[in-house]
Each structure stands twice: as structure tokens, then as C-alpha cells.
């Protein structure tokens, strides 16, 4: 076999590559790059922890979230009813909560120890009605209201009152706003 001396030997380190024997690493082992695995024990035990933990926030935050949406939705969606409508249909409703329009017959505003009491009307029915916490400020006779709550007995218990409408809703209900106006002007007499 001929060696050719022109063609370095691929198994001989170039010596320039070399530490210098007085560089004060020349005396350190080489760097060992080799992976390693962490300890499995602690490790495997710290992950599934936390897994465990992010997906119950999440489960609970998930949950939250739905009954805030519940709730927000089942409020949204309470039927609305005018009085002769309530009235007739005091069976079938029961005790669920609802919403009703009418107008306060004059002379009939109360106060109570937990509110006040009057009596709302509508066409032709008139309905006794029991409402828990101050009115509104405005709140009068001879005006259209709307009524939170639910049937208890022959009253209409009621918690919430609300008696203006804003322009989206006026919009919306165009019909059933002249209806409650025209009612509240035929109630007091006065004309359109």
C-alpha cells in the first residue's frame, strides 16, 4: 500500500485543532454532550399534577361560563303578557315567572311594610297586585307599566316594575305601546 505523505492520515487529529497544553482547559476531560432523561419519579408526578389542575381551572371556568349564560338567557326569555292575557291564562301559567303590561288603576296605590300594593289593569281584566321593594320613582297611577314575577294565589306578586319603554323597544312594540297608551288615556279620561 502506498501512503501518499502530501495527503494527511483522516485518523490523526490535526494538531492545530489541539489544546494548547498550557490553556487552562488542556487539562479538563472533554464535554460530555450526551441527553439526558430527567428523573422519572418526580418529573411524571409534577406533570400530571399540573395537567390535572389546568384542566379542572378550565372545567370550572367552562362551567361558570355556562351559568352565567344560563341565567342571562333564561331572564331574556321571560314571556310577556298583558293583564286579560295573564288572567286567562292563570292556569297554565302557575307559578312561573313572567312579564306583564298594564296600566295602575288610579286610587289604588298602597304602601306596604316590604313595598307596595295596587291594582293593574288591562282591557277588561284587572288584577290585585303585590310588589316587593321601593317602586320606581316615577311609578303613578294612570301610566303603563310592566311587571316582573308571578302568580300566588288571586295577586300578581311582583319585584321588579318598570314603567319606560326606550326608543328600541318603543320601536320593536310600536303596536302594543299605542294599545297600553290608549288603554292608560281611556282609564284617565283624556284623549290621545
Do not use: W
Amino acid at each position: 500500500m502506498d501512503v501518499n505523505p502530501s495527503v494527511p492520515d483522516p485518523s490523526v487529529p490535526d494538531p492545530s485543532l489541539l489544546d494548547d497544553e498550557e490553556s487552562p482547559d488542556a487539562a479538563t476531560p472533554a464535554l460530555d454532550v450526551t441527553p439526558r432523561s430527567s428523573p422519572a419519579a418526580s418529573t411524571g408526578n409534577s406533570k400530571s399534577l399540573r395537567t390535572y389542575v389546568a384542566m379542572g381551572a378550565v372545567l370550572a371556568l367552562v362551567g361558570i361560563m355556562g351559568l352565567v349564560l344560563f341565567k342571562g338567557l333564561n331572564n331574556a326569555a321571560l314571556f310577556y303578557y298583558n293583564v286579560d292575557e295573564a288572567v286567562a291564562q292563570r292556569q297554565d301559567l302557575g307559578d312561573q315567572r313572567f312579564r306583564m303590561q298594564g296600566n295602575v288603576v288610579d286610587g289604588t296605590i298602597k304602601k306596604t311594610d316590604g313595598g307596595v300594593s295596587f291594582v293593574i289593569a288591562y282591557g277588561d281584566k284587572k288584577l290585585n297586585v303585590v310588589n316587593s321593594g321601593a317602586p320606581p320613582e316615577l311609578f303613578n297611577a294612570k301610566i303603563p307599566v310592566i311587571l316582573e314575577g308571578e302568580f300566588s294565589g288571586d295577586e300578581f306578586h311582583s319585584d321588579q316594575i318598570l314603567i319606560r319603554h326606550d326608543s328600541t323597544y318603543d320601536e320593536k312594540n310600536a303596536d302594543r305601546v299605542k294599545k297600553a297608551q290608549a288603554d292608560a288615556d281611556l282609564r284617565s279620561g283624556s284623549s290621545g
